[in-house]
Nanobody, 123 residues
């Protein structure tokens, strides 16, 4: 099983950038589909980006602004967030699942989760 720990959240003004990281341990992250989800207060958890076998998919709300990548040497999942907006404010979680397929719309299909890191964007 893979264990996930996020880091790198924080506060930034609208238009700024942040990078969040997710360190994987216990197994090789590249063996899994990996993804970032986020959850704002009072809202359901939503998929942000997924990477699988080097291929990335994004939610429409973040396309062109966010970039997901996997640093295989460090066994770490990254999410570079540019042009941040106040509506990007949320707790960001990384997730992993065995198998293939796009499941950004289905948080319940992801077996492994980190504890989350807060991202706050002020206007």
């Amino acid at each position: 099983q893979v264990h996930l720990v996020e880091s790198g959240g924080g506060s930034v003004q609208s238009g700024g950038s942040l990078r969040v990281s997710c360190a994987a341990s216990g197994d090789t992250a590249s063996k899994y589909s990996m993804a970032w989800f986020r959850q704002a207060p009072g809202k359901e958890r939503e998929g942000v980006a997924q990477i699988e076998r080097g291929f990335a998919t994004y939610a429409d709300s973040v396309k062109g602004r966010f970039t997901i990548s996997l640093d295989n040497a460090k066994n770490t999942l990254l999410l570079q967030m540019n042009s941040l907006k106040p509506e990007d404010t949320a707790i960001y979680y990384c997730a992993a699942r065995a198998g293939i397929g796009s499941y950004l719309l289905s948080p319940r299909m992801w077996a492994f989760w980190g504890q989350g890191t807060q991202v706050t964007v002020s206007s």
